[in-house]
């Protein structure tokens, strides 16, 4: 079963722009990743929130994590082409054993 | 490069048939997990061992059975093969830090039941 609904299932912007994927979720969790899927290829770890942490960056990405509305969104800052991926959140549920349960994806395309 | 390697690539197969797929984690990785991943179904949890021992089980029907071997690599067999078993599979393992455990995955085996 996925435990996180992602929105939009697609999104198509231009090079430069910003691109904002948001996931959410239906338990309680530790914490709060995001991933990245080239086509046909193994996931990429991006980045990781933990419940007690609203919001976290790395370079070019942003997070949110707001455990009220059990909701995360994902922000890449002045997109590349490069950056054409799916992106997946994943929760580590509280009391849910040692498995990430990942979300239905995000297929972002960065057009030139 | 993950440093997660999984064989083969590419596997093309009939129903009824069985397949074992294999996964060797990164160097001093004690976990590996295995995931389903389909267009209806997403990305679905199979099954994880840590250093040889079942830790946590997903959705992973009774055709499909894994093992973890002493020296960590990992192999999933799939038997009985049905069309709806077409999916890419992946493994991986896993680093604990500060903030919580984070999977490498490995490339995939594309299997495909004609």
């Known amino acids: 079963s996925q435990q996180g609904e992602e929105d939009p299932q697609a999104l198509s912007i231009q090079e430069g722009e910003n691109a904002t994927m948001n996931c959410s979720y239906k338990t309680s969790i530790n914490n709060l990743q995001w991933y990245r899927q080239n086509s046909g290829r193994g996931l990429v770890h991006l980045i990781l929130i933990r419940s007690n942490e609203r919001e976290k960056h790395s370079g070019r990405l942003r997070v949110t994590l707001d455990t009220s509305k059990k909701s995360s969104s994902l922000l890449i800052t002045a997109s590349r082409a490069a950056d054409t991926a799916s992106y997946f959140c994943?929760?580590?549920?509280?009391?849910?054993?040692?498995?990430?349960?990942f979300g239905t994806g995000t297929q972002l395309k960065v057009e030139l | 490069d993950s440093g997660v390697t999984q064989t083969p690539k590419h596997l093309i197969t009939a129903t009824g048939q069985r397949v074992t797929l294999r996964c060797s984690p990164r160097s001093g990785d004690l976990s590996v997990y295995w995931y389903q991943q389909s267009l209806d179904q997403g990305l679905q949890f199979l099954i994880q061992y840590y250093n040889g021992e079942e830790r946590a089980k997903g959705n992973i029907l009774e055709r499909f059975s894994a093992q973890q071997f002493p020296d960590l690599h990992s192999e999933l067999n799939l038997s009985s093969l049905e069309l709806g078993d077409s999916a890419l599979y992946f493994c991986a393992s896993s680093v604990w830090g500060q903030e919580g455990e984070k999977l490498f995955f490995g490339s995939g085996t594309q299997l495909s039941v004609l």
């Open positions: 994943a929760t580590d549920e509280t009391g849910g054993g040692n498995k990430l349960t």
